[in-house]
Structures are given as structure tokens and as C-alpha cells.
């Protein structure tokens, strides 16, 4: 299985344990509208070495605001672990924020998501 396909599999599995009801999506939409058109943006790293493992993200709002989050990893892991870790909790910061679109930067990978309803369904676009 190749990294790009783990990375994303961890981000769909995130996206399926946080969903929201498709009531909600008509008052998010509203609120979007109102506040802003603008994407945040989230860098995300980890890293692994003789002391432990760590991972780390920041949140960068549309007005350039930052939200850093880091993290210590308190079990033997990989670098590609540390990095989904990283990401993850990143992503988790986002959804806890509230944030509806987000571009995401991990080393030399770039995703970018943003939400759209399409007969009623909701399609994630990267």
C-alpha cells in the first residue's frame, strides 16, 4: 500500500467518525456565508528519534491568525506514523474549530479539501 493511500485513508476515516447530520448543513452554510469565503490553511509534521516521537500542526485562519497543537507519542511508532498522527491531530483542531474549508500541507504532499452538496450528497474535494 503506498503512502499517498494510507495518508488518504486516514483522512477519510477522520472525515467518517466526525459527520454531521444533513440538517446541519443548511445553518453551516449560512454561517459560511456570512463570516467568510476564505479557506484556512493547516501545516503538518511529525517526527521520530532517539528521545520519542512527536507530532505537531498549526492552524493559520484566513486572516493569518495561528493555532499551533503538538504532541508527544507515548508508543514506538514509525516516521509515516508520526506524520498520519500529525495530520490527524491537526484535523481534529480543525473539526473542534469548526472549520468547513481547509487546505492541508504535510512535507512535500499538498490536499486541499473544500465541501460541497450535490443532490443532497456531501462531496469532499481534494
Same mark, same amino acid.
Not at 20 to 45: A, C, G, P
Not at 108 to 120: C, D, H, I, T, Y
Given at each position: 500500500?503506498?503512502? +499517498? $493511500?494510507?495518508?488518504?485513508?486516514?483522512?477519510? /476515516?477522520?472525515?467518517? %467518525?466526525?459527520?454531521? +447530520?444533513? =440538517? #446541519?448543513? *443548511? %445553518?453551516? *452554510?449560512?454561517?459560511?456565508?456570512?463570516?467568510?469565503? #476564505?479557506?484556512?490553511?493547516?501545516? @503538518? /509534521?511529525?517526527? &521520530?528519534?532517539?528521545?520519542?516521537?512527536?507530532?505537531?500542526?498549526?492552524?493559520?485562519?484566513?486572516?493569518?491568525?495561528?493555532?499551533?497543537?503538538?504532541?508527544?507519542?507515548? @508508543?514506538?511508532?514509525? =516516521? =509515516?506514523? $508520526?506524520?498520519?498522527?500529525?495530520?490527524?491531530?491537526?484535523?481534529?483542531?480543525?473539526? *473542534?474549530? +469548526?472549520?468547513?474549508?481547509?487546505?492541508?500541507?504535510? *512535507?512535500?504532499?499538498?490536499?486541499? @479539501? $473544500?465541501?460541497?452538496? &450535490? =443532490?443532497? +450528497?456531501? &462531496?469532499?474535494?481534494?
Amino acid at each position: 500500500m503506498s503512502q +499517498k $493511500s494510507v495518508k488518504g485513508q486516514a483522512i477519510a /476515516d477522520m472525515l467518517v %467518525e466526525n459527520p454531521l +447530520k444533513s =440538517n #446541519d448543513w *443548511d %445553518e453551516i *452554510d449560512e454561517r459560511i456565508h456570512l463570516v467568510s469565503q #476564505d479557506k484556512w490553511t493547516m501545516y @503538518f /509534521d511529525g517526527a &521520530v528519534n532517539l528521545s520519542g516521537s512527536g507530532t505537531g500542526a498549526v492552524l493559520i485562519s484566513p486572516s493569518g491568525q495561528h493555532y499551533p497543537v503538538a504532541a508527544k507519542l507515548v @508508543f514506538p511508532c514509525t =516516521n =509515516n506514523i $508520526s506524520e498520519y498522527e500529525a495530520c490527524i491531530l491537526g484535523l481534529q483542531l480543525a473539526i *473542534d474549530m +469548526k472549520v468547513k474549508r481547509l487546505q492541508v500541507y504535510g *512535507d512535500s504532499a499538498r490536499l486541499s @479539501f $473544500s465541501k460541497q452538496e &450535490v =443532490n443532497g +450528497k456531501l &462531496v469532499i474535494q481534494n
